[in-house]
Structures are given as structure tokens and as C-alpha cells.
């Protein structure tokens, strides 16, 4: 068997998911309503139930759909949500990671590029809360050596719905 060398977009395309079109109403359906059942998915699509759910079982199972319930933060009694960008020593990203990952205020953490190596969302109480974490506990992780807090003063909006993607378009409930 001859060897094949793989271009750039040839090992991207293999990476990418192949959903086909009733893959992606089922997925696009889902994130609209994670509550919908699979029997008022399938009369809406024209198939049967044992199809959505085979498929639903599938996408969960591939890791492409999560089915959470997510709760406003504001109306569980914090009353203040603030994003940090995290500049780390090199060589010290994982350590920080990992100590910062276990932090109950923390619901979001991802390494990213450009002027920050990480992004963190926290929940907190309150303005006290706040200053306790950023005088005393973020300061005491080791490898830190920056971090430009910011806070969110107003959602306008939050979507949990991605497009769904295959090969060059969008999917939406019409295709």
C-alpha cells in the first residue's frame, strides 16, 4: 500500500464530524429544545422515533451533543460574573490549569492565544467575594504572572446553538 501524505485540509476534513442532513435537524432541533422529546422530533422530521433516537445516541456518544441544563447564574443569588485573561509563566500552563479547574466560582476556563494564555469566567457572591479571590487566592497560584479581570455588566444576548457544519454550509430546520 503506497503511503499517502495527508495535506493540511485533507487531516482538517478528516477530523470534522460527518453529519448528514438529518443529523443536523435532529442536532439543530435539539439545541433549540434539549427538553424535546424524541417522538416530537420525529413527527416534525417525518421519521420515526427509533431513528432519532439511534442518532441522538450517536452524536452524545461521538461527543458532538452535550444535552445540560444551564441556569442564570444571577438568579441563583451571585451578583457578579467577571471574565480574567491569564497570562502564565512559560512551561507553568498545565500546573495552573489544574489548580484552578477545582474552583467552584470557576465555570469556565480554556487556554487561548494573543495576550493571555488563559480565559477564565467566575461566578461570585458578591464584590467581597470578588476582591478575595483576587487578592489572595489567584495571587497564590504559582505561575500566574498577570491577570486583567473584566466584568460583565449586561447579557444581551446568550446562545447555546451553533450552526451546524458540513462541508462548506449551514444547516438550519428548512434544509
Known sequence: MPFVR???????QASRPLLDAMDNKILNMLQLNG???YR???????VSEGT???RANRLQREGILTIAAIADPFKLGYSVMVFILIKVQVGKRQSVIDELTPWEE???I??????????VQLVCRDHDHLWQ???DRLPAVDGITDA???QEIKMHKVSYVYPTFNGGGTVGLQA
Do not use: K, N, P
Not at 40 to 46: H, M, N, V
Not at 110 to 119: F, V
Open 35 to 37: 427538553r424535546a422529546s
Open 52 to 54: 432519532v433516537r439511534s
Open 133 to 135: 479571590i483576587l487578592t
Open 106 to 108: 470557576i465555570t469556565y
Open 6 to 12: 495527508r495535506t493540511s485540509a485533507s487531516r482538517l
Open 148 to 150: 486583567e479581570t473584566f
Open 40 to 46: 416530537e422530533i420525529a413527527r416534525e422530521l417525518g
Open 110 to 119: 480554556s487556554s487561548c492565544t494573543g495576550r493571555a494564555d488563559l480565559y
